[in-house]
C-alpha cells in the first residue's frame, strides 16, 4: 500500500481489520512513486527478516530493501538492471522446495521465467519455466502455499473475472490450472 506522495506505511492494527485511520508506523516518506512494481519475497537475505523487492518504472532496474530488527527498512541496493521486458513480475515463495523465496517473471511474449532467491539478497540467472504461458491473465499473486504441501502457489484472474489457482510442482514450476471462481472482474488488483 502507497500514500500519496509516496509515502510507504506498516499498519499497526490491533485488530484485523484496517481502515484508512488505522495507526501505521512509516517505512519511507517520499520517491516511491518511483516504483511499479513492489513485492514482498519473504526472507531473501538469510536473517530471518522480510525483505521487499522493487523496480524503478524509468530504468527497469531492480532493488532490494531488507527488512531490519528496528520493523523498517534499510538503504535500497541495486539487484537487477533492466527489467523493463517484464509485464509482471510476483513474489512466490519457495517453489523450488529449498525454502527460500523466489520469483517468476513474465515478459511481453508470455514467456515465464523463475528467479531462485539465494539468502545473500540476489537471485540466480533466469529459467524459463513456460512458454506462451497465462496471455488472458490481468492480474497474479503469491498467495503462500494453498495445499500444505510446503510449496508457494499462485492466484491468477482473466479478463473476464475468472480466477484460477496454480500449485507449485516442487521442481521450480507451475501444475495445470484449476479454476476457483467467477465474478473477479471488478476488483482492481489481487493481493
Known sequence: MRFPPGEVPLPSPKCAALKASTPYTTLGTS???????MV?????????????????????????????????????????????????????GAITGDGIGD??????????????GTRTGAFKARVKIATKWGASYNACVGVGDLN??????LICRDTSGK??????????GFGART????GWGGYKALY
Open 163 to 172: 480466477l484460477f489457482r496454480h500449485y507449485g510442482n516442487g521442481k521450480g
Open 179 to 182: 479454476q476457483i471462481g467467477t
Open 148 to 153: 500444505r504441501d510446503g510449496i508457494g502457489d
Open 40 to 92: 514482498s519475497t519473504g526472507d531473501i537475505t538469510g536473517d530471518g527478516r522480510p525483505d521487499l523487492v522493487v523496480r524503478k518504472a524509468s530504468t527497469g532496474d531492480m532493488y532490494l530493501y531488507k527488512g531490519t530488527s528496528a520493523g523498517k527498512l534499510s538503504a535500497r541496493v541495486k539487484i537487477a538492471s533492466n527489467w523493463k521486458t517484464y509485464k509482471r513480475i510476483v513474489a512466490v
Open 103 to 116: 520469483l517468476i517473471a513474465q515478459d511481453k511474449s508470455n514467456d515465464l521465467y523463475r528467479y531462485n
Open 31 to 37: 520517491g516511491w512513486n518511483q516504483y511499479d512494481v
